[in-house]
Every structure is written in C-alpha cells, then in structure tokens.
C-alpha cells in the first residue's frame, strides 16, 4: 500500500504561480506518478505524469508550456504552476501506478490517490 499526501494548494489571482508537492510512502513498485485535476460538475482530468524511474514526461493539453512536474527526491514530486487561468480551478490529486500503461493519462490505471489539494484562481 502507497500513501500519497499532497500539499500546496491555494487560491492564486491569474497569471500567477503555485506549486504542489506529492510525498509518497514507498515508490519502488510504481512506474508513474502523476497529476490529475477535477472541477466541479467536470469530469477528472489528466494534467501530467512522470515515469518514475526513467524521469520521461507527459502533459495534458491544457497545461503544455505552463505546468512542469519534476522529481525532488524519490518520494516526492512538484506540479510547478505557472501562468494560472480561472480554469485551473480545481481540486488537485496526485496518483501512483503500479502498472506500466501504454497511456499514462488512463486514470483507471492508478491504484493509490492521495486526498487532493484544492488550487482556486478567481476570475
């Protein structure tokens, strides 16, 4: 079992940045981390990933050029926010997957999540 806690959520004006912390447990047995968002009445949306041990990314397409994740320690990864938009709102998850996946944005595919952090950039 793989506890995930994320931190760093908040409420932001537009244009600004943020950034989000995912420490995990244990990631020995995973193969990617990742970055998932929901918005109220939306459904969950995949922002971006990290295979773990190989370091290679993957972003949705709304954050391409202003989200970037990176790997702090072997236990925790950033979601480094930059340039927020109004439709950033949204609660903030952070997932582990055990299994490889020829898609990585495959929300199914991650087993642990962690509690989410909720990211409010007014319009």
């Known amino acids: 079992q793989v506890q995930l806690v994320e931190s760093g959520g908040g409420l932001v004006q537009a244009g600004g940045s943020l950034r989000l912390s995912c420490v995990a447990s244990d990631t020995f047995s995973i193969y990617y981390m990742a970055w998932f968002r929901q918005a109220p009445g939306k459904e969950r949306e995949f922002v971006g990933a990290m295979r773990w041990s190989l370091g290679r990314l993957y972003y949705g397409d709304s954050v391409k050029g202003r989200f970037t994740i990176s790997k702090y320690t072997e236990t925790t990864m950033y979601l480094q926010m930059n340039s927020l938009k109004p439709e950033d709102t949204a609660v903030y998850s952070c997932?582990?997957?055990?299994?490889?996946?020829?898609?990585?944005?495959?929300?199914?595919?991650?087993?642990?999540w962690g509690q989410g952090t909720q990211v409010t950039v007014p319009s």
């Open positions: 997932a582990a997957s055990p299994i490889w996946s020829t898609d990585p944005a495959t929300p199914t595919d991650y087993r642990y």
